[in-house]
């Protein structure tokens, strides 16, 4: 009787993996498609980059970085907000190291264009325009 409840266990446990893990997976590439506008991708494959690199948002919106940079099985980035037309920090925000699969979140709730770079590759930089 105790193999009969184990072996019923365990199919309720293939059946919720196999049943629900794709559904959450689903919602999650639904909503990361559906708010591209609002999400930034940290890439590397022919040289790191932001993708989008310039994203227009509305003031009090969330922008979520992305590190899908599985490069040489990955590499971490750091974003963090410069003033404009330099790569010195202005203190706006500042992700840390955001690892391959991590993702880093930030509002704006001031209307102004915010510069942002890469501390790591400070050569690769991005603009917000917060409406």
Same mark, same amino acid.
């Given at each position: 009787?105790? %193999?009969?409840?184990?072996? $019923?266990?365990? #199919? ?5 993996? #196999?049943? /629900? ?16 506008? %609002? *999400? =930034?991708? &940290?890439?590397? #494959?022919?040289? =790191?980059?932001?993708?989008? @690199? *310039? /994203? @227009?948002? *509305? %003031?009090? +919106?969330?922008? =979520?970085?992305? @590190? ?11 974003? =963090?907000?410069?003033?404009?037309? *330099?790569? #010195?920090? +202005?203190? &706006?925000?500042?992700?840390?190291? &955001?690892?391959? $699969? ?15 770079? +890469? ?13």
């Amino acid at each position: 009787m105790k %193999k009969t409840k184990k072996a $019923g266990i365990v #199919l309720i446990a293939i059946f919720f993996a #196999l049943v /629900i893990s794709p559904g959450v997976a689903l919602s999650e590439a639904y909503a990361t498609n559906n708010s591209y506008k %609002k *999400t =930034v991708r &940290i890439a590397g #494959l022919d040289g =790191v980059s932001f993708i989008p @690199n *310039t /994203i @227009n948002i *509305t %003031k009090g +919106d969330i922008i =979520v970085f992305i @590190n899908v940079d599985g490069t040489n099985g990955g590499i971490a980035h750091s974003i =963090v907000s410069v003033q404009i037309g *330099t790569t #010195l920090p +202005d203190g &706006i925000f500042d992700s840390g190291l &955001i690892k391959t $699969g991590q993702s880093f979140r930030v509002s704006f709730g001031e209307p102004g264009i915010y510069e942002y770079i +890469d501390s790591i590759y400070p050569n690769i930089s991005g603009t917000i325009h917060v409406l």
